[in-house]
């Protein structure tokens, strides 16, 4: 019975890490490229996987490729919400430290996807829809998030996404944004000018220890959020940024 049990786990646990890996590939891979990456023999993974699929948790498409399944969307949303939920007296308070819009943004798959949001009180605030998703390279969260990457993952996202313009802002060359992400990891935060709208600014800092990769951030106005008011507000979002790692760490 110890060895059925503990044979058990171990499939769960193999199962879980293959749905990473699709994940970690972009959603798409074949048998072999997840044998390549997990190590796992092939028959190993074929079982896995057809068990997946059953579930409806993977999706084999017609060129025999493996794609992650339809019934990880009602997980994955529910998982953002609570993850949101959890994060919102974080952004609350600092809202009322900066007075502008707070958000957290979570990397699910290729795309950035805003679960957060606390708005300012000012009349004129920046709102963006819980749930909205964007590309990571024309926003302050998603360049925060890609700075935490490995440079070869990120150059795998690009290559699947490409770089199209939000704004005349936004960065379209691989090499700029790449050169750029440097700089971000180094200083612990990264800027979006109008990047994504025009007439906006963000700061954005990248989570440590979250259960996935994460960003906190606070947008304006250009004319409120100033370069002098980003200085000012920088060292509250980073503190932030820290407590809700620290949280996230030992939850």
Not at 2 to 22: M, P, Y
Not at 118 to 123: A, D, E, F, N, Y
Not at 131 to 145: Q, S
Not at 213 to 234: F, M, Q, Y
Request: net charge negative.
């Amino acid at each position: 019975m110890a060895r059925e049990s503990s044979g058990g786990v171990q499939s769960l646990q193999r199962a879980f890490d293959l749905l990473e890996r699709l994940a970690d590939a972009g959603g798409e891979a074949s048998l072999s490229e997840l044998a390549a990456t997990s190590g796992l023999p092939l028959p190993t993974i074929h079982r896995l996987i057809r068990t997946l699929v059953t579930l409806g948790y993977v999706r084999q498409n017609r060129n025999r490729r493996y794609t992650l399944g339809s019934r990880l969307i009602r997980l994955g949303e529910s998982a953002g919400r609570q993850f949101g939920t959890w994060a919102r007296p974080f952004l609350t308070e600092l809202v009322d430290q900066v007075e502008e819009t707070a958000n957290l943004a979570v990397l699910d798959g290729d795309e950035v996807v805003y679960v957060a949001q606390v708005p300012s009180k000012h009349s004129m605030r920046m709102f963006t829809e819980v749930g909205r998703r964007l590309l990571p390279h024309g926003t302050g969260v998603g360049k925060a998030m890609l700075s935490q990457l490995p440079r070869p993952e990120v150059q795998a996202l690009l290559d699947r996404t490409g770089l199209p313009a939000y704004t005349p802002n936004t960065i379209t060359d691989p090499a700029e944004l790449l050169d750029s992400l440097d700089r971000i990891a180094d200083q612990g935060y990264a800027l979006d000018e109008s990047e994504q709208e025009l007439g906006v600014r963000c700061i954005a800092v990248p989570l440590s220890g979250a259960p996935t990769l994460s960003a906190v951030s606070v947008s304006g106005p250009e004319g409120r959020l100033t370069k002098d008011a980003v200085a000012r507000i920088l060292p509250e979002v980073l503190a932030i940024a820290k407590r809700l790692s620290d949280q996230a760490a030992n939850s």
